[in-house]
């Protein structure tokens, strides 16, 4: 049942500002609502329905997957658009597995942000022509979809010392190893993950349910 509400949250009011514009092309009567972090969207959500929530999954003091788990929960049926800088290749299929209906990139032009809109109004799933090809790739080469079966295993235990708060003179001494090659496998990891931070890969690891007494 069409409420003719909408949900647009993004830290940034320009984004806000510009996803309300193009609502409003497909949607002109419709009443567009604003937040700029999880609390905000949980407190949106538990009062209102939406016809479909545009969520950007990296807003400060937020829990993406905990948010969108808590909308889902509460509104079983929610329409969630992800419009993010996060990588698509990356971050979009764990997200439609929790229950999104389309993950597009910040960098779609208008045309295919509208496209995006209108099928998941719809109750569609909307997945980018370059995520299409990825997926089609993947599937040839059987390729799994979580991205920490590609470190080595030396990766593996140095992202586990850095998420468990190690510093790099204990990660030495732990695992005996040079600074400089601590660093090395780092930015090799960073790369395979296209991650930029340790909040990133914290990101990741809950995303995908990584379990770091396993590592």
Request: aromatic share 12%.
């Given at each position: 049942m069409r409420s003719d509400k909408f949900l647009v949250a993004d830290d940034h009011a320009i984004v806000r500002a510009g996803l309300k514009t193009l609502m409003k092309d497909i949607q002109p009567f419709a009443q567009g609502d604003e937040a700029v972090n999880g609390n905000q969207v949980i407190d949106l959500v538990k009062k209102n329905n939406y016809d479909i929530i545009i969520l950007d999954v990296n807003m400060p003091e937020t829990d993406c997957i905990a948010m969108i788990s808590n909308i889902l929960a509460y509104k079983e049926k929610s329409r969630i658009l992800i419009f993010s800088m996060k990588s698509e290749e990356?971050?979009?299929?764990?997200?439609?597995?929790?229950?999104?209906?389309?993950?597009?990139?910040k960098e779609s032009n208008a045309e295919e942000i509208k496209k995006a809109i209108s099928n998941v109004l719809t109750g569609h799933l909307y997945v980018s022509p370059n995520l299409k090809k990825h997926f089609y790739e993947d599937m040839m080469a059987k390729r799994t979809d979580n991205p920490f079966e590609k470190l080595s295993n030396?990766?593996?235990?140095?992202?586990?010392?850095?998420?468990?708060?190690?510093?790099?003179?204990?990660?030495?001494?732990?695992?005996?190893?040079?600074?400089?090659?601590?660093?090395?496998?780092?930015?090799?990891?960073?790369?395979?993950?296209?991650?930029?931070?340790?909040?990133?890969?914290?990101?990741?690891?809950?995303?995908?349910?990584?379990?770091?007494s396993k590592l």
């Open positions: 990356l971050y979009a299929k764990r997200f439609l597995k929790l229950g999104v209906l389309g993950y597009l990139d030396r990766e593996i235990q140095i992202a586990k010392y850095l998420l468990l708060g190690y510093s790099h003179a204990e990660i030495k001494k732990t695992l005996n190893l040079h600074s400089s090659t601590i660093g090395t496998h780092r930015l090799r990891f960073f790369e395979k993950l296209k991650i930029k931070n340790l909040f990133e890969l914290g990101e990741l690891v809950k995303l995908y349910e990584v379990d770091l």
